[in-house]
């Protein structure tokens, strides 16, 4: 996220002003969706030191960090003075409520992007929500900024889940510069490095964002340093992946006991070949366009070889109908709508549809790239007892083909004679 920069006569007197106006100090519990950064590092000094809550942080981990990390960041919450600090392992929960139907849909954003950032927001703001309720919280806070979508789906989720709790946003509130927060944390003594970091980074199991300068504008690309997963792979390998009922469960043979395992071992052996770079276009739920870069390896895969599979398994109009409704899904979900009762309504559709989606899919995995080689499943369409494709059939004659082609077309035959002239 980009945050919104203004001029400052002198940043620590603009900053007091700002937080004058932002309201004195109250008192109450409040729980902080935390990171560790910057933004929330801020977030915790504010609401303890210049608004008097009694902070109570939680960071949800949707894939994206190591037990070492979440150690360290719980221990720099407690630093910084909060009260409590939860931590939160969602991953299995983020793929059981989310991740599954993106591969059921095939959901790729715009045809690019599968939505790695916008659904696991979702996740977390479900979390923080839940934890604010058990802890009888009196306000709930986040970091976001007023330039991104994250503000909103955050807002959204915990206005339907925790109405009457209010929700605190010291950055958007402010409209505070990074340079304004580093002054205010370094007025009080906080310890922790500051250095500007060339590139915003958001890891998770369903992908990585990457921002940097490059895509500030609409036109330029990431250089190879900016990519989180450096190429360290060459030649060619073949990976075999076992679907049951629509869910990646075998990897090369190897079973696994949760699909998330799956994905994780998939990225391991996919990440290091650079596939899934690329650059998302996107209307933001605030009504601007933005870019941003990211790599994923395993859910681009995965997608394409699901998808794949479902041509072979499924019929003409059980593909049509998936597609309109993934579409709609996927669009729904990146404005944070996954509470609305109609996706419960479309998941229902995509679970039942994926009741033959069984079989192994064969990809090439290169440089930069990878290809589908083809599939193998008791399910498939494709059966040469039923003809082959441009060459022979066993389930119908010439003849009968002669008068299907009659029929099928006889409205537009008469359509056209009737408006000859």
Known sequence: MVPLIYTLPTMADQLHNEQAQAGTPKGGKVVLGFSGGLDTSYCVKYLTEDRGY??????????????????????????????????????????????????????????????????ERLSQALHIAEHAKKLNADAVAHGSTGAGNDQVRFDMIFHIMIPGVEIITPIRDLKLSREAEIAYLQERGVDMNFSKAMYSINKGIWGTSVGGKETLSSKGILPEEAWPTQL?????????????????????????????????HLQAIAGPYGIGRDIHVGDTIIGIKGRVGFEAAAPMVILKAHHALEKHTLTKWQLGWKDQLAQFYGNWL????????????????????????????????????????????????????????????????????????????NQTSIWY???KK
């Open 334 to 409: 990146h404005e944070g709508q996954i509470l609305d009762p109609v996706m419960r309504d479309i998941e229902a559709f995509l679970e039942n549809s994926q009741q033959t989606v069984t079989g192994t899919v064969y990809v090439q995995l290169q440089p930069y790239r990878f290809q589908v080689i083809g599939i193998e499943s008791e399910y498939d369409l494709m059966s040469s007892k039923f003809g082959k494709y441009g060459e022979m059939n066993t389930g119908f004659t010439g003849e009968d083909v002669r008068g299907f082609s009659k029929i099928f077309g």
């Open 232 to 264: 360290t792979k060459d030649g060619a390998e073949e990976v075999s992946l076992s679907f049951e009922k629509g869910e990646l469960k075998v990897v090369n043979g190897q079973s696994f006991d949760h699909p998330t395992e799956a994905i994780q």
């Open 417 to 419: 004679q009737v408006n």
């Open 54 to 119: 009694e902070v109570h942080s939680i960071i949800v981990n949707t894939g994206g960090f190591s037990a070492e990390e979440l150690q360290q960041i719980e221990a720099h919450a407690y630093k910084l003075g909060v009260k409590t600090h939860t931590t939160v392992d969602a991953v299995k929960g983020y793929y059981d409520r989310i991740i599954k139907y993106l591969v059921f849909g095939n959901v790729l954003k715009n045809s690019t992007y599968p939505l790695s950032v916008s659904a």
